[in-house]
């Protein structure tokens, strides 16, 4: 299975893909290339000091999203990637992304979805006042943050939080439950399709959902 | 500390409440009234055998809401109360009711507020696919389910899980949530005001947070 990570940051999820990949933890998945739709990413230079392909389209070289988007397309296919992995990638991914990806791509969203969706998760949840917060894996669709869930994780929420901190707290789960379910798919554990997710094997899963709340 | 507990039906969160109590585990406060709505309600039966006042008021022998919840904030103050625990009470609390005894008033939620408010919150959880569920205790204020979060916990839930299924887990979780946030207001570690809770020794509580996770 061949991976493209698609980051538009600093790219520490990616870097948690690329410590699994280098451990043996991603069940034979391959990180074949890394895209960032922002030139000075830091994800970019995190996939060429491992010399993996790092391509960069900016959005403002194309004239429209469709442009834009058939581009990118073009790339993944030129790699055959197989699975498509946002992580950290700060767009919206409009119809000619999902019409060639879409039951192949994956994010990862730093709450507890369907709690606090879009921009800011962590500060959402620090605002709204819970006590349990988290992260979430899920197939990407047409809406915000909105596709099937694949696995979570949870932290605790303190009264002194700021966002920063929630984050920092997430972060560390984050990079426990990415890797796992890019292996989890890999190994055929969980099966995509547009739409749609399955668990053949479910029951193998469950000691790890426990485990994501048991932190 | 005196509470009215209003339940709708079975009244298992009463019994935990009822157990704390016996057991020394509310900070001395006192179970002075259990209400329903019901008149066949498993809850009033819990009350009576423990020698606890138990009353019902019935909706349908009133000519309005106003009325009826006129009727139950005259009951309330006749007996003192300081703290009202909607625990399974299923009715959506009216002006009148909020005008006495908003910021001394909480519910317990099947679900991880803001997520799943309303009815069937397990059957909406189930549907929607999450991974992670819980319960919360909230302030009640004017909206459905939206009150100030005052504490939650988490359970996992998995593929094959029904409604039913979550509901039973969940329930366990109430069962040591209610109990335990009752004992802090009692105790001062959580204040409650109109709209709004103050946690005067956060620090002390962070732990018992965490647990709530680790399940």
Redesign the interface.
């Known amino acids: 299975m061949k991976i493209a990570v698609l980051a538009s940051g600093r790219g520490s999820n990616l870097e948690s893909l690329l410590a699994a990949e280098e451990a043996g933890g991603l069940a034979g998945a391959e990180i074949s290339l890394v895209f960032s739709d922002q030139p000075l990413a830091l994800a970019l230079e995190r996939a060429k000091s491992r010399d993996k392909k790092a391509v960069c389209l900016s959005p403002r070289d194309f004239s429209s999203k469709v442009e834009y988007e058939d581009a990118l397309v073009n790339l993944l296919r030129a790699e055959d990637i197989d699975l498509v992995v946002l992580a950290g990638y700060m767009r919206i991914t409009g119809g000619t992304l999902l019409a060639a990806y879409g039951g192949r791509m994956i994010n990862i969203h730093p709450s507890?979805?369907?709690?606090f969706p879009g921009l800011e998760a962590q500060a959402q949840a620090v605002t709204?006042?819970?006590?349990?917060s988290?992260c979430t894996v899920h197939l990407v669709d047409a809406g915000m943050d909105s596709g099937?869930?694949i696995?979570?994780?949870?932290?605790?929420?303190?009264?002194?939080d700021t966002a920063a901190m929630l984050s920092a707290r997430i972060l560390v789960e984050e990079h426990k439950l990415l890797p796992q379910v890019v292996s989890w798919i890999a190994a055929g554990k969980v099966v995509l399709s547009k739409g749609a997710i399955s668990?053949p094997d479910?029951k193998s899963l469950?000691s790890w959902?426990?485990e994501?709340?048991?932190?």
Chains 1, 2 share one sequence.
């Not at 507890?112 to 709690?115: A, C, K, R, V």
């Not at 709204?128 to 349990?132: L, M, S």
């Not at 696995?151 to 002194?160: H, L, M």
Request: hydrophobic share 45%; proline share 10%.
């Open positions: 507890l979805l369907p709690s709204a006042g819970v006590k349990i988290g099937p869930i696995a979570q994780r949870a932290v605790p929420v303190y009264g002194e668990f479910e469950g959902i426990k994501g709340i048991d932190i």
